[in-house]
């Protein structure tokens, strides 16, 4: 048995004990994220979205200004980053709809459906190989979504709709992300989601200009703060080990939104979204070493 430590893509060895302190706080800082979009009340939606991705169109500004980096630069791919940053936007949309409509831990249970749906498009769109030991999970994660929703043929199940719909569209872009591997660089990828969000929704800001209050404002720029947060703390996560090891720890983003959505509003989640969400999340782990082995058969 070799005791050699695995690598991430640059060969460096993996730091795990730094990747998911970064996991920690990515997950944290989403967790925070949905609960300054509840705490924003009845600010309109478009506007949400616009601050959500302000500060990390700044941010993501600043490093294409260090890297020396034109993100307007002409591609062959614009349409493709164009078709990614939609996705994302739709996802964006429907996932705050839910948060503004459901529990802070079911809203973020049905967005986390998303690395399923990664699994279905990437083979229709990216002709992927599909690995049959994941219709288990996947199996395990439709039935998980459908108690989290609980169908009820109604109104009153849109909003949960929209949340399984957030997971479908970030699926979707995750996708598009994967497509643009060596074709566009991830600060670019991250700046022109963000660019295509604010600009999309800003005149909707214009004609309609906003008047929150102090604490609605402050949860504005704390929705914007704490998405680059967990957005950035992903990327560190991810440079410091490989994938197919950590990417199972998304969820504690769930885990974190859980307590939030305790102390924040008393939220306590029924038995059967309690079963939903560890079908959801066993049906993850099951993906998540299915991948492993598969990639280890194939190594």
């Known amino acids: 048995m070799s005791d050699r430590r695995p690598t991430t893509a640059d060969n460096s060895p993996d730091n795990m004990p730094r990747a998911m302190a ?12 949905g609960a300054m979009v509840k705490l924003s009340g009845d600010v309109a939606l478009p ?37 990614r940053s939609l996705c994302g936007l739709a996802g964006v949309l ?24 990664v699994a279905v498009f990437a083979v229709i769109f990216l002709k992927e190989s599909f690995n049959r030991a994941l219709v288990p999970a ?11 929703i609980k169908p009820r043929f109604d109104v009153a199940m849109l909003p949960a709709l929209a949340g399984f719909g957030s997971g479908m569209f970030a699926g979707m872009a995750y996708v598009f992300v994967r497509s643009l591997k060596g074709h566009a660089s991830p600060n670019r990828i991250i700046l022109t989601f963000s660019l295509v969000s604010c600009l999309a929704t800003l005149p909707f800001l214009v004609t309609n200009p906003p008047q929150p209050t102090t604490r609605q404002w ?18 560190y996560a991810y440079h410091h080990a490989r994938a197919s090891r950590i990417s199972i ?20 989640p029924g038995l059967i979204s309690l079963g939903g969400g560890l079908l959801i999340i066993g049906a993850a782990a099951w993906t998540h070493l299915a991948t492993q082995r598969e990639k280890e058969a194939g190594a």
């Not at 402050?218 to 990327?235: I, K």
């Not at 969820?251 to 306590?268: D, Q």
Request: glycine fraction near 10%; charge should be positive; avoid cysteine.
């Open 47 to 83: 506007t949400k979205v616009f601050f959500r991705n302000l500060v990390t169109l700044g941010i993501t500004g600043i490093v294409a200004v260090r890297l020396r980096e034109n993100p307007l630069a002409p591609t062959p791919y614009g349409p493709r980053l164009l078709l």
């Open 138 to 148: 996947l199996l395990a994660a439709f039935v998980g979504a459908v108690m989290v």
């Open 22 to 33: 970064w996991m920690v706080f990515s997950g944290l800082s989403f967790a925070l994220m």
């Open 218 to 235: 402050l949860a504005l720029l704390g929705t914007g703060a704490f998405a680059a947060g967990g957005q950035y703390g992903l990327t």
């Open 94 to 117: 429907l996932y705050f709809l839910a948060l503004n409509r459901m529990h802070l831990a079911d809203a973020s249970l049905l967005n986390k459906t998303s690395p399923f749906f």
């Open 249 to 268: 720890f998304t969820y504690l983003h769930v885990l974190f939104a859980l307590v939030l959505g305790f102390i924040f509003w008393g939220e306590r």
